[in-house]
């Protein structure tokens, strides 16, 4: 039962270098989102897509990219990372619209 | 302003020690609400769903509860095991199916 699986669990990278974080789940859901986790802040929603081919903008979409090219893969990328970026970033995904949302264990980014 | 407000941000409980976290939110129509408990190190793991005022729902030793207003998670008689952080995520009815989240309440039960 592997559900939501995200990729690399750390990574420490360097201002203006790019990277894509992966995500992929094996439930057949249709809807994934990606969240950023900061100390106080809660959950931020990032981008989200309701199928493949879909994808709609969150509370905080600049400075991420993101394609829905199979139902089961959602890849979220930096494009040139910044300091701010630093986070722990979370993907889910959920069965429909009133559907409880399943998360991964997250990656933890360090940007310097 | 935030649509949900969680409280207390932290809360420290000695075992056996029984209390509420509270989740108030502000959207004009509420579709659901969610309890989700999230381990450090981990992503946040699915409790319960609420839909309509009055509703109740249990497991073991919590409880959560929903009025018009807010939503409260009982947590009777706790133990060590049931330290973690407890998020309260809003659905609004209309809206895009995505639910917004409060920041957490950090829960530590010391035995």
């Known amino acids: 039962n592997a559900g939501v699986t995200q990729t690399p669990k750390f990574q420490v990278l360097k201002t203006g270098q790019s990277m894509t974080l992966q995500c992929a789940q094996d439930?057949?859901?249709?809807?994934m989102s990606w969240y950023r986790q900061d100390p106080g802040m809660g959950l931020r929603l990032i981008h989200y897509?309701?199928?493949?081919?879909?994808?709609d903008q969150g509370e905080v979409p600049n400075g991420y990219n993101v394609s829905r090219s199979t139902t089961e893969d959602f890849p979220l990328r930096l494009l040139s990372a910044a300091p701010s970026q630093t986070s722990v970033y979370f993907c889910?995904?959920?069965?429909?619209?009133?559907?409880?949302?399943?998360f991964g264990d997250g990656t933890r980014l360090s940007i310097l | 302003e935030d649509q949900v407000t969680q409280s207390p941000e932290a809360l420290r409980l000695q075992e056996g020690e029984s209390s509420s976290l509270n989740c108030s939110y502000t959207?004009?129509?509420?579709?659901?609400l969610f309890w989700y408990r999230q381990d450090p190190g981990k992503g946040p793991e699915f409790l319960f769903t609420?839909?309509?005022a009055g509703e109740e729902k249990e497991k073991e030793r919590l409880k959560a509860t929903l009025t018009k207003k807010e939503s409260f998670l009982h947590i009777t008689a706790p133990k060590p095991e049931d330290s973690a952080t407890y998020l309260c995520?809003?659905?609004?009815?209309?809206?895009?199916?995505?639910?917004?989240f409060g920041r957490g309440t950090s829960l530590i039960v010391h035995p």
């Open positions: 439930m057949n859901h249709e809807y």
């Open positions: 959207v004009s129509g509420l579709r659901g």
């Open positions: 609420l839909y309509s």
């Open positions: 897509s309701v199928g493949a081919g879909i994808t």
């Open positions: 889910a995904s959920s069965s429909n619209r009133q559907g409880v949302q399943h």
């Open positions: 995520a809003v659905q609004e009815s209309g809206g895009s199916y995505i639910p917004t």
